[in-house]
């Protein structure tokens, strides 16, 4: 995404980030957007303003830009390769996951391996609804 390795985002890169990430956007509403990201008017958009600008967004900027977001966190912040290790055991999770084996995990697949009744928020919510059914007046 940053073409020119300068560590901030011209418009151009950011228009082809957004493109990439799957969000459709017209011309105007992303030169809007890379203005609100681009607090200092510099015709880039750093890490600084980047952060400054998703931490104060309302939740529909997320339901938006969400993919967006997401590859432009991961370009500011690269992670590590994984280790065989931890490949190995995320595989062997996912092949836990997918019970049909179709390579997707499903909610029909999630239903099969996870019951949230043995979940613990969910166990201490159910003791204290029983707790306040006998108790009320401490509710």
Known sequence: MDDDGNRSLGFEEFRKGIDESGVKVTEDGCRAL????????????????????IRVSPPIIFSVLGPFILTVVWFFFPQPP??????????????????????????????????????????????RQHFYVFFPRLN
Do not use: W
């Open 34 to 53: 890379f203005d609100a990201f681009d607090t200092d008017r510099s015709g880039s958009v750093c890490i600084n303003e980047f952060l400054k600008a």
């Open 82 to 127: 994984m280790s065989d290790g931890r490949k190995r055991v995320i595989a062997d999770s996912f092949k836990k996951l997918d019970r049909t084996g179709d390579g997707v995990v499903t909610l029909e697949d999630l239903h099969t391996v996870y019951n949230v009744k043995h979940n613990p928020r969910y166990l201490r919510s159910v003791v």
